[in-house]
């Protein structure tokens, strides 16, 4: 008799209500003949070919600019700075590894050097802008007001952490990176990257019970966190 097949573990997007938020799939090929062209277009100068890159990603990074730096009214002048790194350094990716992998890293060391001008932390429990909250069609008010009301006790939590496991975190949990990814985009070793996972989620975790609005999921998050199948350090 062949065994039932188990339900997804859900992720911790799910639980939150937050929707499809791993936009940087992995196992895609590291780049398609049309992806490539487009790449090198744009690399020559080709305004059309970047105004594509663009389009395809803007949402995606804007997101994870949001994630990381919180709500903030300077958050288009980020990402524009993003692309306008990207720009610059698009004759500087060879294509060995994903655009999206690559793209990852331009933006968080954007957004790192952002933090390091600005020396203040980010805010996260204030209200995400419309355009980098999930969409997933047709939502009733309440249920949009629910799920916003998580995002910002969720974002309370995570003004608790401290940054790099943050980072670690939001990375991995929310944009659905590995932990040797997030290494090459963070510039630490993959165990130094494993053990701040680790700590973040077991710090949240006990925060979990402090926002009312979170509490109820509270047993869901541990299958949620550690659902992607890695280990303590």
Request: proline content about 5%.
């Amino acid at each position: 008799m062949q065994a039932a097949l188990r339900p997804p573990t859900p992720t911790l997007a799910d639980v939150l209500g937050l929707g499809a938020v791993v936009p940087f799939r992995r196992g895609e090929a590291l780049l398609s003949d049309d992806e490539a062209k487009i790449l090198q277009d744009a690399a020559n100068g080709n305004a059309e070919a970047f105004r594509k890159i663009f389009a395809k990603h803007r949402s995606d990074v804007q997101r994870l600019v949001f994630r990381m730096m919180g709500a903030r009214s300077d958050l288009d002048d980020v990402v524009q700075e993003v692309f306008i790194q990207v720009f610059r350094s698009l004759r500087d990716f060879r294509g060995q590894a994903k655009f999206s992998t690559w793209l990852h890293r331009v933006t968080v060391n954007v957004v790192l050097m952002q933090r390091r001008a600005a020396k203040s932390r980010p805010t996260y429990a204030e209200e995400a802008p419309a355009d980098v909250v999930a969409d997933e069609g047709q939502v009733l008010p309440d249920e949009d007001a629910a799920r916003r009301e998580r995002m910002r006790a969720f974002g309370r939590l995570l003004d608790r952490l401290a940054e790099k496991k943050r980072d670690v975190f939001v990375l991995h949990e929310l944009e659905g990176m590995s932990p040797a990814e997030i290494s090459e985009i963070v510039g630490a070793p993959v165990l130094t990257v494993r053990t701040r996972l680790f700590y973040a989620r077991r710090e949240l975790e006990q925060m979990w019970k402090d926002e009312p609005t979170l509490a109820s999921l509270g047993t869901t998050f541990s299958k949620a966190g550690n659902g992607s199948g890695e280990e303590e350090p």
